[in-house]
């Protein structure tokens, strides 16, 4: 689909969840577009052969991450936040523009290649989080693959970290 036709199911939800913060809400792209979004996610990496799991981040990224997962027959990881998850598990603690907080992920022995998948990338500093997290637990990234990138929030270029992104802004 043209970048156009996904603006017009994603609404701007001013000052959610705080104050000055404007939320883009995807959930009209799902109901509506899910199968041409999925598609679209398939065209951002040339192997897909070559991935093992799909890595999804609490919590929007479960929702593209285990869909994606499930149309090409691969596993699906999450990423959590702290307290979530019944050990082993590791974890990752980042900086916030408001403070700090921790993510976790199950333990994995075995080296797999893996694709991140999340909603909104803003900032960095949870996609930075991920990527040191899954690294840490023996998992090969591939790819970086968001529904929107706010490029002006962050150094992440599409051409740039081996990102794929729908919709930059």
Same mark, same amino acid.
């Given at each position: 689909m043209k970048k156009e036709e996904y603006e017009e199911y994603i609404l701007n939800v001013p000052n959610f969840p705080k104050e000055g913060v404007m939320f883009k809400d995807m959930t009209p792209l799902l109901e509506n577009?899910? %199968? =041409?979004?999925?598609?679209?996610?398939? !065209?951002?990496?040339?192997?897909? /052969?070559?991935? /093992?799991?799909?890595?999804?981040?609490e919590s929007r990224g479960f929702i593209l991450g285990s869909a994606l997962a499930a149309k090409l027959g691969k596993?699906?990881?999450?990423?959590?936040?702290?307290?979530?998850? $019944? $050990?082993?598990?590791?974890?990752?603690?980042?900086?916030?523009?408001?403070g700090e907080d921790i993510i976790e992920m199950k333990q994995n022995n075995k080296m797999k290649k893996a694709v991140i998948i999340d909603?909104?990338? =803003?900032?960095?500093?949870?996609?930075? =989080?991920?990527? &040191?997290?899954?690294?840490?637990?023996? #998992?090969?990234?591939?790819?970086?693959?968001?529904?929107?990138?706010?490029?002006?929030?962050?150094? #992440? !270029? &599409? %051409? =740039?970290?081996?990102? #794929? &992104?729908?919709?930059?802004?």
């Open positions: 577009k899910l %199968q =041409a979004l999925l598609d679209d996610f398939i !065209k951002g990496h040339d192997n897909w /052969d070559d991935v /093992d799991v799909i890595i999804g981040i596993g699906f990881v999450p990423i959590r936040k702290k307290g979530k998850l $019944p $050990p082993p598990f590791l974890q990752e603690k980042y900086i916030l523009e408001y909603d909104v990338l =803003a900032t960095g500093g949870t996609i930075t =989080a991920s990527m &040191s997290l899954c690294e840490r637990n023996n #998992y090969d990234i591939q790819k970086i693959m968001m529904l929107i990138n706010l490029t002006f929030l962050n150094d #992440y !270029k &599409s %051409q =740039a970290n081996n990102l #794929y &992104s729908i919709l930059e802004y």
